[in-house]
């Protein structure tokens, strides 16, 4: 099979690859990528892309062998692919994944709207002549693969359903929800007037892998624990609320199902864990346990976190951030700025974990059962059983080793927790 495919640079594409490689006995890929902010070019990235697979020497080989690199800007026409380039992609590709976006909370409409829906109209431009040349010339159908997202629903205070062929999203949390909305309404829209072959994947939050533990991006639910971690977390609020968190590598097992088995063509699959999504709470006493237990720095005590209703939650949130402001105003200091940067961040977080978002997944869990091999998502916490005793079933304590382990990507810096230690040790000894 011919793939085009957007995102290989990121998070969850990449786990997508490895498995394409696994599934597929005669795969070729065009990627599309961009020079990075670095000045790094696209032949760079990809190498150190494929450096970091999980595939074996053999395998990183092979995948570079049957790789050919498109360089893109979204904001040419065509992508700003070279014409030869292009008429190449329209005689050749079989499938497109289209998973690039900008996934950041805090942009300006303007701006992530290039990343999230002119790039997708431009996609569905290039599937459109792919399709009609293989119409013409009586090759097989292509089908195009979207990943959107579950948030492009927004604020709903019902369950959020499973609506296809509708979709009626509720006011955005964001301008990354708003974008990943019009995309979908513009890719349905496709779907529904001219019966093309597009699949819509919805997965919720994207974790780290269950089998590993492992993640490429630590934001979100991971930035609250690393807060918690460092004390800077003294109120949380919402532990009822539930996170929909799935595991990376869950999300490209079924998206490299569908794609690989080639039998689901049209259509939206929700990948969320639906009823068995962890608490706030969950998470919480989870993290506390396994960080007391295995604190990589001596004497580091962490404090619990208490929970509060959400009310005092954002009100104490805002005196932060009206404290920090004005600091910031009369001394000029820059921590106190980097501070409001950091509430900022975490705003953007809040509706993720703080309001209620709940997800139907029934009717995905009955296609993905048709037609992967992989139904249900992986429990994230253990449960208890009806006793009352706590059953090692999911596994976050891999999530949390991983974050441990690495410093949460190097966002920690465990000599300075240490050293934050001994500085309040010989405080309390004057
Ligand atoms: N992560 C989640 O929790 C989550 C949840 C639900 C849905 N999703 C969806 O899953 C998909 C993958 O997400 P991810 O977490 O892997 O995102 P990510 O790690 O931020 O990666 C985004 C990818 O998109 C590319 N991209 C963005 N804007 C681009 C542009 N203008 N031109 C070219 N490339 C561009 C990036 O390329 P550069 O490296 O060049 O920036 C990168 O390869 C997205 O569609 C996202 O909306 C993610």
């Not at 990809?46 to 050919?68: C, G, I, M, N, Y």
């Not at 939050?205 to 800077?232: D, P």
């Not at 088995?261 to 993290?287: C, I, M, Y």
């Not at 449960?383 to 304590?397: A, H, Q, R, S």
């Amino acid at each position: 099979m011919i793939y085009f495919i957007t995102g290989v640079t990121g998070t969850v594409v990449p786990v997508i690859v490895e498995e394409l490689m696994r599934k597929d006995a005669d795969p070729k890929f065009y990627f599309a990528i961009r020079k990075d902010n670095d000045g790094n070019g696209i032949e760079y990235r990809f190498e150190s892309v494929v450096h970091s697979l999980d595939l074996d020497p053999a395998e990183k080989q092979k995948l570079s062998e049957r790789s050919t690199l498109v360089e893109i800007d979204v904001e040419r026409e065509k992508l700003g692919i070279a014409p030869e380039m292009y008429s190449d992609l329209v005689k050749n590709t079989e499938k497109i994944l289209h998973g690039a976006a900008d996934v950041r909370f805090d942009r300006p409409y303007e701006e992530i709207k290039i990343s999230n829906v002119v790039f997708s109209h431009k996609i569905y431009d290039l599937f459109d002549e792919i399709k009609n040349h293989r119409k013409q010339n009586s090759q097989s159908d292509a089908t195009l693969y979207y990943i959107s997202t579950g948030y492009a629903y927004g604020i709903y205070d019902k369950i959020i359903p499973e609506d296809f062929p509708d979709f009626k999203p509720g006011t955005p949390d964001n301008t990354y929800a708003q974008t990943k909305a019009e995309a979908k309404i513009f890719i349905l829209d496709k779907i529904n007037r001219l019966n093309d072959r597009i699949v819509l994947f919805e997965p919720t939050i994207i974790g780290g892998a269950a089998r590993t533990g492992k993640t490429k991006t630590y934001n979100l639910h991971y930035v609250v624990l690393m807060l918690g971690y460092l004390g800077k977390l003294p109120f949380f609020t919402a532990a009822d609320n539930q996170q929909d968190i799935v595991p990376v590598d869950w999300v490209a097992d079924v998206i490299s199902d569908i794609m690989a088995k080639n039998e689901f063509h049209q259509g939206v699959l929700r990948l969320a864990s639906g009823p068995d999504a962890a608490t706030v709470g969950d998470v919480h006493d989870a993290g506390y346990e396994y960080f007391t237990a295995n604190d990589p720095v001596p004497g580091h005590v962490i404090p619990k976190v208490r929970f509060v209703p959400r009310w005092f939650f954002y009100f104490m949130i805002n005196v932060q951030k009206m404290f920090n402001q004005a600091m910031y105003k009369i001394t000029g200091k820059k921590k106190y700025r980097k501070m409001v940067v950091g509430v900022r961040l975490l705003e953007g977080y809040f509706p993720y974990i703080t309001r209620y978002k709940v997800f139907e997944n029934s009717k995905s869990t009955q296609l993905l059962e048709k037609y992967t091999n992989y139904p249900k998502a992986p429990i994230l916490q253990n449960i208890k059983d009806k006793n009352g005793n706590l059953v090692k079933k999911g596994y976050i304590d891999k999530i949390l080793a991983d974050t441990l382990e690495t410093g949460w990507g190097g966002m920690v810096d465990y000599a300075r927790v240490a050293a934050q230690v001994a500085g309040t040790r010989s405080n309390k000894v004057k």
